[in-house]
């Protein structure tokens, strides 16, 4: 239910940010990128989001799926800025290498949403996720609170 409510919160933080001139136009655009479609968490949150598009007419979404290749992740952006998306939202790793199509997605002027994994280096417009050092941290403290009760 967690995922779920990330993925939707993705669509909705992406349609928000998504320029007034997007929004205006009579269908916004959203691409979807992600590193690899092979993990059934993956595969929900793309399938998640396309639900929620489809109940929305204006709203049509394209997704890319890297198949596990950074390159083809980069090419998959490329490819659609130039089929005119008005924004992205992206789950894809290791996002540190990818300055060049985020560089082009900047000169774009496309609002981007990263979903589960933040952005090392560049600038995005929104994040949905986990700070996992905060999950660990509460979950260390957690343990030792319980070990500490166990000793009594």
Not at 34 to 58: C, D, G, H, N
Not at 68 to 73: E, F, M, Q, R, T
Not at 104 to 119: D, H, Q
């Amino acid at each position: 239910m967690k995922r779920l409510l990330c993925c939707l919160f993705a669509i909705a933080g992406l349609v928000a940010v998504v320029p007034r001139a997007a929004a205006q136009a009579k269908e916004t655009r959203i691409g979807i990128v992600t590193l690899q479609m092979k993990a059934p968490y993956f595969i929900a949150m793309v399938r998640a989001l396309e639900a929620e598009a489809a109940k929305r007419p204006s709203v049509k979404v394209m997704v890319a799926d890297g198949g596990g290749d950074v390159a083809k992740v980069s090419s998959d952006i490329e490819d659609l800025l130039a089929e005119g998306v008005d924004g992205l939202i992206m789950n894809i790793s290791p996002l540190e290498a990818l300055p060049g199509p985020m560089a082009a997605i900047k000169k774009a002027g496309k609002p981007v949403v990263l979903v589960n994994r933040k952005l090392k280096g560049g600038e995005y417009d929104a994040w949905v996720g986990v700070d996992n050092y905060v999950t660990g941290t509460g979950v260390g403290e957690s343990i030792v609170k319980h070990m500490a009760r166990a000793r009594c």
